[in-house]
């Protein structure tokens, strides 16, 4: 019977207080703004979380594309090329591009404007004179590109190209293929 009549004065007391017209006393008023901004907070949080994750992912998918392109542009460059330098281990020092440069000038793959993990924008030429592989605007968020190896096997007329998608130090895709030279050119050893 005592609990009945406990319950029966705190709903009177509850509704009560809702009835009444002078309002609510400054400890309520704070513990409302307490408890909202302790909300506000954690939900800051888990949104700036769920918002980089977000990017994550899009970097992620961002850099499949891009890599699916180079190695478009690569392949279509050096299937065709009829001139390669290589040093004696069989790296790539130089080849002839159909597609970029002058028929007396070789070419290099190079990566312009590296950031701290030495990705950046892919360009073929030389040192002094190069053009852009691709435009700026197929480097979304900040991805960029690295040829982390480049070599040629003059017996199987095979170029192998490591080829590294990422942003500052995050390496999102590391792909390495191969591309068949058409013109079965061999390599002179500089």
Do not use: W
């Not at 899009?58 to 190695?71: K, P, Q």
Request: with cysteine; aromatic share 6%; net charge neutral.
């Amino acid at each position: 019977m005592k609990d009945s009549y406990q319950m029966k004065g705190t709903k009177n007391r509850v509704i009560k207080k809702l009835n009444s017209t002078l309002g609510m006393s400054l400890g309520e008023i704070l513990v409302v703004v307490l408890i909202l901004s302790l909300l506000t907070a954690s939900l800051t949080t888990v949104m700036s979380l769920a918002v980089e994750q977000y990017n994550e992912s899009m970097r992620a998918s961002e850099a499949n594309v891009l890599s699916s392109t180079l190695r478009s542009v690569i392949s279509n460059e050096l299937a065709y090329t009829t001139e390669i330098h290589t040093d004696a281990s069989g790296n790539v020092n130089s080849f002839q591009s159909q597609n970029y440069t002058t028929e007396s000038s070789l070419s290099t793959f190079i990566v312009s404007s590296a950031d701290s993990g030495g990705f950046g924008k892919l360009l073929i030429g030389t040192d002094s004179s190069n053009m852009k592989l691709l435009g700026d605007g197929s480097y979304p968020r900040n991805l960029g590109a690295k040829i982390d190896s480049f070599t040629y096997d003059s017996s199987a007329c095979c170029f192998t190209i490591k080829l590294s998608i990422g942003c500052k130090s995050n390496t999102y895709l590391e792909q390495t293929f191969q591309v068949l030279n058409v013109n079965k050119t061999t390599a002179k050893t500089s």
